[in-house]
């Protein structure tokens, strides 16, 4: 089996800071996600990469960039933090399509 | 963009109970898959079935699918209260690797 990591597991900024959530898997799987969870709703999907320096737009992806410089790790910036960006933000990672989705156990994010 | 919504939004069952949980979806998919969200934690697979598949079993879950009405269904028999969470419905929607979730699912589970 495998894991996957996300630091910090709680980030509290301030409002214009720009703050950087990072996530490491040991799948040694070939696709990672990005996922912004508000309290109480689903998920939507901020970035995804199939490979090593690939990055894709997700749904949501407006205020953040993304950067897959090895293959086990993603990071995701927010590039100037609001507070309705509040909000548990996901990380996955799967072999490709319609495959299994791994999640890591989510960075929680507060701006004051 | 929604890929697919389940309903009902939230529900409440004893233990013992079965409870069935919907998902109706917008585009054509290739396989659909459930998952669940306990509190504090991310989401776990629980059940891929495929286009070319009506019913898919996992212990006490039972997924079907009708490609035809667009919609699928995902069943837990003998619920416990372990069982409570929310349950997502997720596809690519034939867009190769960019998976979307629906709205969810709040099941809670009394004893």
């Known amino acids: 089996g495998g894991i996957i990591t996300q630091t910090p597991k709680f980030l509290i900024g301030q409002e214009g800071q720009k703050l950087t959530l990072k996530c490491q898997q040991n799948?040694?799987?070939?696709?990672m996600y990005w996922y912004r969870q508000d309290s109480g709703k689903g998920l939507r999907l901020i970035y995804y990469?199939?490979?090593?320096?690939?990055?894709q737009k997700g749904d949501l992806s407006e205020g953040y960039d993304a950067s897959r410089e090895k293959k086990s790790s993603f990071s995701l910036t927010v590039t100037s933090a609001q507070k309705n960006e509040m909000a548990v933000f996901l990380c996955?990672?799967?072999?490709?399509?319609?495959?299994?989705?791994?999640f890591g156990k989510g960075t929680r994010l507060t701006v004051v | 963009s929604q890929l697919a919504e389940e309903n009902p939004w939230a529900l409440s069952v004893h233990e013992g109970e079965s409870v069935t949980v919907n998902c109706s979806y917008k585009?054509?998919?290739?396989?659909l898959q459930w998952y669940r969200q306990k509190s504090g934690e991310g989401p776990a697979q629980l059940i891929l079935?495929?286009?070319?598949?009506r019913e898919k079993r996992n212990g006490r879950l039972r997924a079907t699918l009708d490609t035809s009405s667009q919609s699928s269904s995902l069943s837990i028999t003998a619920t416990r209260c372990e069982d409570t969470a929310v349950y997502f419905c997720?596809?690519?929607?034939?867009?190769?690797?960019?998976?979307?979730f629906g709205t969810g699912t709040l099941l809670s589970v009394k004893p």
């Open positions: 996955a990672s799967s072999m490709g399509h319609n495959t299994e989705v791994f």
């Open positions: 585009t054509s998919i290739t396989a």
């Open positions: 799948f040694n799987h070939d696709t």
């Open positions: 997720a596809d690519y929607g034939g867009s190769g690797n960019k998976l979307i």
């Open positions: 079935i495929r286009s070319n598949e």
């Open positions: 990469s199939i490979t090593e320096n690939d990055l």
